[in-house]
């Protein structure tokens, strides 16, 4: 500790024990092991789905609206039992896209999905595995991705002959289409990793999807939730005045 005396102020300054060069030689290795442990192939943050904090949910109560209404998307809410009514919606989503996927089968996307199941898995914060053995994972994923593929796109005007009526045209009601939109592209934690969809969209095959040799069918976004922050960041005019993601028509 050194003194300054100036007049009738004394100044203390702190003197550190090592020099600069250990601090920057310190931050150094913290910041590669935090780039080790926190990335993988591509600069891409392995954890992006996330639970809200148990004490912040706790001190703002119903301030904080965070659980899904109609759909569980992912792990963090599977099995609540208010939501099971739209399980059946999921494995109609798995038939249509079947239908548009000529000569893919079921196990098709199944060991698709297994070949990156550990990089899905890393995607979430808190997983339990005793919870979310191989198999039951799997069919989550696959049955989350399809029915936010049947959201995004109106595949039952293309089954030939009809299926079924997609959830477009049987849960867009006013009421329904805003609590869904909700559950889908707002909640932390009601969210799958954008690489499910594009595994899906590249074994499929299917015409009326993107192309997937152009690239990721979100872009840069980790998940839907991403994709909506990332189109508020790029222009929040037009985001506020009604021209973002609320509807599955604009996602690309």
Same mark, same amino acid.
């Given at each position: 500790?050194?003194?300054?005396?100036?007049?009738?102020?004394?100044?203390?300054?702190?003197?550190?024990?090592?020099?600069?060069? @250990? #601090?920057?030689?310190?931050?150094?290795?913290?910041?590669?092991?935090?780039?080790?442990?926190?990335?993988?192939?591509?600069?891409?943050?392995?954890?992006?789905?996330?639970? #809200?904090?148990?004490?912040?949910?706790?001190?703002?109560?119903?301030?904080?609206?965070?659980?899904?209404?109609?759909?569980?998307?992912? !792990?963090?809410?599977?099995?609540?039992? @208010?939501?099971?009514?739209?399980?059946?919606?999921?494995?109609?989503?798995?038939?249509?896209?079947?239908?548009?996927?000529?000569?893919?089968?079921?196990?098709?996307?199944?060991?698709?999905?297994?070949?990156?199941?550990?990089?899905?898995?890393?995607?979430?914060?808190?997983?339990?595995?005793?919870? #979310?053995?191989?198999?039951?994972?799997?069919?989550?994923?696959?049955?989350?991705?399809?029915?936010?593929?049947?959201?995004?796109? !109106?595949? @039952?005007?293309?089954? =030939? !002959?009809?299926?079924?009526?997609?959830?477009?045209?049987?849960?867009?009601?006013?009421?329904?289409?805003?609590?869904?939109?909700?559950?889908?592209?707002?909640?932390? =934690?009601?969210?799958?990793?954008?690489?499910?969809?594009?595994?899906?969209?590249?074994?499929?095959?299917?015409?009326?999807?993107?192309?997937?040799?152009?690239?990721?069918?979100?872009?840069?976004?980790?998940?839907?939730?991403?994709?909506?922050?990332?189109?508020?960041?790029?222009?929040?005019?037009?985001?506020?005045?009604?021209?973002?993601?609320?509807?599955?028509?604009?996602?690309?």
């Amino acid at each position: 500790m050194m003194e300054l005396q100036e007049e009738n102020t004394t100044i203390q300054i702190q003197e550190d024990a090592a020099p600069i060069s @250990d #601090w920057v030689a310190d931050i150094t290795n913290d910041y590669d092991d935090y780039v080790s442990l926190g990335t993988r192939g591509g600069g891409q943050s392995v954890k992006c789905i996330f639970k #809200w904090p148990h004490d912040l949910v706790q001190l703002l109560g119903k301030g904080i609206d965070h659980e899904p209404k109609l759909v569980a998307i992912g !792990p963090y809410h599977h099995g609540r039992r @208010d939501l099971q009514p739209m399980e059946d919606h999921k494995k109609k989503a798995l038939f249509r896209v079947l239908s548009l996927s000529p000569g893919v089968k079921v196990s098709s996307f199944v060991e698709a999905l297994k070949q990156r199941e550990q990089e899905l898995r890393d995607q979430y914060d808190e997983l339990d595995t005793r919870n #979310w053995p191989s198999d039951s994972f799997i069919k989550m994923m696959l049955l989350d991705g399809c029915f936010l593929l049947d959201m995004l796109f !109106p595949l @039952d005007a293309f089954v =030939e !002959p009809p299926l079924d009526q997609s959830i477009n045209n049987q849960l867009f009601d006013t009421y329904r289409e805003n609590v869904l939109v909700r559950d889908v592209f707002y909640l932390l =934690e009601n969210q799958i990793p954008g690489l499910v969809l594009d595994v899906l969209v590249k074994v499929g095959n299917c015409k009326y999807f993107p192309d997937p040799s152009k690239g990721p069918l979100l872009h840069e976004a980790l998940h839907l939730l991403d994709y909506v922050r990332r189109r508020f960041m790029l222009d929040p005019k037009a985001f506020i005045d009604g021209e973002s993601c609320d509807s599955p028509s604009n996602v690309p």
